[in-house]
C-alpha cells in the first residue's frame, strides 16, 4: 500500500500540475482574443474586467499610458480597426503569467491610417482567483504601410 501511494503521489502530481497549466493557458489566450476585439469595439466594460487597476501600457513609440490615460487615449482619437495575433506564447509562473506575442495593427490614429506589426510581452497576475492584465511592452514595432 506505502508503495502505491508513494507512485501516485510521484507520478499524479505533474499531471494535475500540467492540467491546470492547460487551462490558465486557454485562459490566458482567451484574454488575448478578448482585448484584442475589446479595443476594436471599444468595448470598455470587457476591457475594465481584463486590466488591472495598477496597469502600464509602454507602447513601441516609447509613450506610457496607465489604465486610465490609456482608456482616454482609445476615446479620443485612437481607433484600432483590426487586431490581429499571429503569434502568442505563454509562460506560467504560479499567480504570474507572461505572453509573448505577435499583433498585427490596422489603426487610425489622429486621422492617420495605417498598419503595423507589433511585438509585445505581457504580463498578468492571478488576483482574487482571477486573471488580470497588470502590464504591457510593445518591444518591437515595424510599419507595413
Known sequence: MRTFLVMFVLVGWPVGVTIAQNSDEA?????????ANAVVEMDFDVLEEIYADD???THGTGEVHDKT???DALSSGRDYLSREHEMIEIELHGDLGIVYGVLLVHAK???V???????????YKQR??????VSHRTV???KIS
Do not use: P
Not at 485562459?27 to 482585448?35: H, N, P, T
Not at 503595423?116 to 510581452?121: C, D, I, P, Q, T
Not at 482574487?128 to 492584465?133: D, F, K
Open 128 to 133: 482574487e482567483g482571477r486573471w488580470l492584465l
Open 27 to 35: 485562459v490566458l489566450r482567451s484574454l488575448e482574443w478578448a482585448q
Open 55 to 57: 496597469f502600464i501600457f
Open 140 to 142: 518591437d514595432q515595424s
Open 69 to 71: 490615460r490609456w482608456f
Open 113 to 123: 491610417e495605417g498598419q503595423f506589426r507589433a511585438r509585445y510581452v505581457r504580463v
Open 109 to 111: 490614429i489622429n486621422g
